[in-house]
Every structure is written in C-alpha cells, then in structure tokens.
C-alpha cells in the first residue's frame, strides 16, 4: 500500500525523502511524488513510476532544496495510476499540501460540497478531496492547520495516514492517523515521518508509533505534540527504542530480497522457537498461551483468521491443532468472515494471523470477534503493529523484517508459532503422551538445519524452472497437511511470475481438475513419504496416465515416485505434522528461478503491496 515519508529538521529533506521512499518499495506502488518547501516557495514533484522515475523527474523540474518536505509512494484506489493522481496534492489556494494513505470513502459527498462551494479538483482521488475540506475548514473557522485537520478528519469516513503542511508556516508538519501506520522517528532537533521505522533507521532508534485516531503536531524546535481527534485530549508521547538494524532491511548480497528471505528460513524458524522450545526440560513455553492457558482450555473451537499466505499457514494449523490437541479449527478468509454475520460466543478463541500486522480485513475481523466477546490471539511478525496492538495477547513469529512482497519466512515462522501453541495445548489437555511431545520438541529444534539441507537443492530446482518458464499454467497437489502447502506454492508462482497456478487436495483432481491435464501441464506433487504417500502415488499415476509433466517434492532417498515422475526434489524427512516447513521450500525457489528467469520483478511484483491496509 502507499508509503509516507517526511522530514522536518536542520538537514536537507530531499535525500532523507528519497532514500526513505526507496526503503518503502516493498509495500508496492505505481506512482511516487514529493514536495519540499524550499525556503521561499512550495516544490512538489510527483510521476506515474518508481521512485527513480521520480529522481530523474525531479532533477529536471525542482530545485531540491529545503528542510521541510514530505514524500509519498501511491497504491492507485481512486483514480488510475497517473501523474495528476499520485501525491503530493495541493489545495485550491496553493498553500497547503498533503500525501495520504487510505481511502476517505465519504470523499464523493463532500467533493459535491466543496465544489458547490467553488472549489475545483483537478485529480480523480479522494486525497484532493481532503486537502481542499482542511483548507475550507480552515478559512471558514479561521482555525490554525492543526485544527483545521482535526475538525476535517472528524467528518470523513474512511482510513487514513496523513501528512500535511501550510508553505506559509512550513516549520509545522501536521500528521493524522486512523487505519493506517504512522510512525515518527525522534531525532536531536529533527523529526522523520515514515509508514513504519526503516526510512529513518539511520538517523534515529527513538520513535513513536501513533495510535488510531491520533494526530500529531511536529514543530522545529519546539517538539512534537499528539492529541485525540475526537476529544482534543492531549496523549503523553510514548517513546519506543527501536531493536531492528539497517542491515535487516538491506538485501546482503541477495539479488532479491525474497532469496534473502528464503535463505533466512532456518535462523528464522530457530529465532522463533528460541526461548519458547525448552527440549531439555521437555517444555514448551509461551507467556500469551499460558497467561490464558483457560481461555484456550474452554474454548469450543479456535476460529483462525487470516488473508494470502497467512491464512495458508492457518490450514496447516488448522491440521495440527485438530491432531494434536483435539479441538475443533475453523479457518476463515478474514474478508468473507467480517462480511457474514457469523456466529461467535464467548467460548470462541480467535487466532488471528498476520505477517505485517496491518491487513485491514484481519483487523475488522478481530474486532468484530471482539465486539461478541471471543478471546482473540494475535500472530503477528512486525512489533507494535496494529494486529498486535488489537488483540487481547499473541505470540510474535520473530521473523525479522520481510521485504519482498512474497511471504516466504513470515509463512514458515508463522507455522512454528502455531506448532508450538497446538504442542503447548495439546500437553495442558493430555492429548498427546509425553514420549510423542518430546519426540515433536526434537523434530522442530531439528527443522532449521533440515532446511539447510532443502536450500542445497536451489540449482537443481533453477534446472527444472529452467524447463517450466514459459508454461502458461501449473496445477499443485498435496494431500494432508501439505494441500495448503500446494496452495501457498501455487500462489507464490502466481503473484511472482504471473502464471496461472492452481493448487488442490490431490484426490480432489478427479473431481474436475484432472481435465485440464495434457503434455503440456507441470503439475507439481508434494509426496513426503509420511502421510498418505500411498495415495498420492496413485494419483501420481493417474497424472501420468494422461502424459502430464510431474515435479515431484519427495522424501531424501524416495523410490517409487522417481519411477514415475519426470523431475524429482528431495527435502529430509520429519514428522508428517512438520512437512510443511520443509516441503515449502522447493516451491518457494521455483517461483522464485521461474519469476527471474521470466525478468520480472520478483520484490515488488505489479498490482501487490505489502500489507494491504485497505479492504
Ligand atoms: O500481512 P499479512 O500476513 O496479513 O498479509 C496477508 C496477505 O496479504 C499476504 O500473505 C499476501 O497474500 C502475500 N503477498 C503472499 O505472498
């Protein structure tokens, strides 16, 4: 989604903005813009692009001075992805400028109000809307900007992160936030304003993360100053240290940051588990399942939540949890759940699922669960984020921060987390004996170097991506615990490479899919020796049958399906419940081969962002 950055202080803006809107790439845009006050005047460039199509403009068009400047990435809503539409936005008299993350959804009443009003819009976007209500509150209350923002926000509908600034008092940076994060780095004399810290990683380790329905008031020389929108109550500033470094959020020599990623997996999985997975003392140890160790107990059913890659994690959960600990899962797409009044009592636990943190239909999910009195359980991987934040307690997944726009360690962490807290329940109810729980504790401490041993495969798999490139489908089949692996496997290759991909429960292929098999169709099986591998075979055979071209993702050492397949990748074996965490592997590289292979833009793929805070 849309990315803000700003900057007020001693130092030159532009820079600061510019590298700032780089390090916000990943949430995914299709326009970039910024405006600098320069001491004298307002400077606002903006293009449809990237951030470098945005430099070279800029280099021809504005001086690239000033102090005061605020920068945005735009993730087209309202309006298509072009020049006029993309932000800064400027109102009607020139003075006041603003950058917007969110969608204002009342913004067509009050643009009919405004224009009554003589007010004219020259972009299709709701943004321009509020920029030109600010500036009319402004001079019918002949308020101060800060007020004029406050009283503005207190009509509109919607979500938002905002930053705006007067060119006739550009010492001031008003910023708002509902829906949408915002985050203000805090340095000596200087505030950066950023969609989250890495912009101003450098600079400072000191921010503060604004609540929802929070604005704040930054000032040269005079600090910053946050207060409710609704009541005008001023909000004691909370300063947070910051613990991520800039060598996180850099590639490392990776050529993407989604191979970066991949190879992140075993410290990842170890980071997650460290601290939690005490196999010495054969114990598990979660201070958010333990402190509501009875919630869980007396829980009718776990109702999971989650959207993309998540919500995939939440099948395979959704098996462990069953399995394990004997209690009913359901697994819901947060978008459908918010939307059908489903039923909820106070003896549900929700599980709520969420690499950034931020998804907005996670969140409405969340609180309508709330709302009926469920307990709800945040998964999260990004600290402090609003999931986090909204949920009565969680577990973070301690990932680090994930870049590239393909879930890839999030989806792997996410699974540990729910392993863990599907062992932790399923001790405290005795439904798993105590040799099998720690038999599970050794074969988890044992993933992250197994998939070590999975990554080793990586110019094998580029061979085969090699062969499969230029296919225009793929079907991906497993059984078990490893259908939502073929399912995540087939969504990496779609938003990566843009082929069409389909994943299914391979017994599920006779029912319909198995029509779509010829010559020319890869279909990639995960046929992990525990765990229906039987099965799967027979239906490796039925591919074959109709001269289907077979990848298969088998255990170190597998025969039979050699035999039959025309490719064969090997990940170590574990538990049937642990697959997952292996077999992921392979189909994550091959996305990632097929995607660079195919010259796309495997970070920031086009028509995704990151987190998406909109719904
Ligand atoms: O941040 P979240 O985990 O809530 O995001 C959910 C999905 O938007 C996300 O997993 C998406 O599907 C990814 N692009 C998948 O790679």
Wanted: hydrophobic share 40%.
């Amino acid at each position: 989604m849309c990315g803000i950055v700003g900057y007020i202080g001693p130092r030159e803006a532009y820079p600061i903005i510019i590298e700032g809107l780089k390090r916000l790439e990943y949430r995914g845009y299709d326009s970039a813009g910024i405006a600098l006050f320069d001491g004298k005047d307002l400077k606002v460039c903006k293009t449809k692009g990237k951030v470098v199509d945005l430099e070279a403009r800029s280099d021809k068009e504005i001086t690239k001075h000033g102090s005061v400047g605020i920068g945005h990435t735009r993730w087209a809503t309202h309006g298509v992805p072009n020049d006029v539409n993309s932000h800064p936005h400027i109102s009607n008299s020139g003075d006041l400028v603003i950058i917007h993350n969110g969608i204002i959804e009342n913004y067509e009443s009050l643009k009919k109000e405004l224009i009554s009003r003589g007010y004219t819009f020259k972009s299709d976007t709701d943004t321009e809307v509020l920029i030109n209500l600010i500036e009319d509150v402004k001079k019918q209350e002949n308020v101060k900007l800060g007020k004029a923002v406050q009283i503005a926000l207190n009509q509109v509908i919607g979500a938002y992160a905002i930053a705006v600034f007067d060119k006739n008092k550009p010492e001031e940076v008003v910023i708002a936030r509902l829906g949408s994060p915002l985050a203000v780095g805090i340095g000596e004399d200087e505030f950066f304003i950023a969609s989250d810290a890495s912009p101003f990683l450098e600079y400072t380790k000191d921010a503060i993360y604004l609540e929802d329905e929070e604005m704040a008031i930054i000032r040269f020389h005079k600090g910053i100053k946050i207060r409710k929108i609704k009541d005008d109550s001023l909000v004691d500033p909370y300063i947070q240290k910051l613990k991520i470094n800039l060598e996180q959020i850099e590639k490392s020599g990776y050529d993407h940051f989604m191979l970066k990623e991949i190879h992140e997996q075993p410290k990842a999985i170890t980071d997650t588990y460290r601290g939690r997975l005490l196999r010495q003392e054969a114990i598990i140890k979660m201070a958010g399942v333990e402190d509501n160790m009875k919630k869980f107990l007396n829980a009718d059913r776990i109702i999971i939540v989650a959207c993309g890659t998540s919500w995939h994690a939440g099948l395979v959960a959704e098996y462990i949890f069953e399995d394990l600990a004997r209690v009913p899962v359901e697994v819901e797409y947060a978008s459908e759940f918010r939307y059908r009044n489903p039923v909820i009592t106070e003896k549900d636990v929700l599980i709520a699922i969420s690499q950034s943190g931020e998804t907005a239909d996670t969140l409405a999910a969340i609180k309508l669960a709330k709302s009926k009195g469920a307990f709800v359980f945040g998964v999260c991987n990004v600290v402090g984020s609003s999931i986090a934040r909204e949920t009565h307690a969680g577990a973070y997944t301690h990932a680090g921060p994930e870049i590239g726009v393909a879930s890839t360690k999030a989806f792997t962490t996410q699974i540990t987390v729910l392993t863990l807290m599907a062992l932790r329940l399923a001790r405290a109810k005795g439904t798993i004996s105590s040799s099998d729980f720690r038999h599970h504790l050794l074969e988890l401490e044992m993933i992250p170097k197994k998939v070590e041993e999975a990554l080793k495969s990586d110019a094998h798999i580029q061979k085969i991506s090699e062969i499969y490139k230029d296919v225009n489908n793929f079907l991906y089949l497993g059984r078990g615990y490893n259908f939502p692996v073929a399912l995540e496997g087939a969504l990496k290759l779609k938003e990566i490479s843009y082929i069409h991909a389909e994943g299914y429960p391979a017994a599920e292929m006779k029912h319909g899919p198995i029509a779509l098999i010829d010559e020319n169709m890869p279909i990639v099986v995960i046929a992990t020796k525990k765990g229906h591998y039987e099965k799967v075979v027979s239906n490796i055979q039925e591919i074959k049958s109709r001269k289907g071209k077979i990848i298969g993702i088998v255990t170190e050492g597998d025969v039979q399906v050699k035999e039959l397949a025309d490719h064969v990748i090997e990940v170590p074996e574990t538990l049937e419940s642990l697959s997952p965490l292996l077999t992921t592997i392979p189909l994550q590289l091959l996305s990632y081969h097929i995607a660079v292979m195919l010259g796309k833009n495997v970070d920031q793929p086009r028509n995704l962002a990151k987190s998406v805070t909109v719904e």
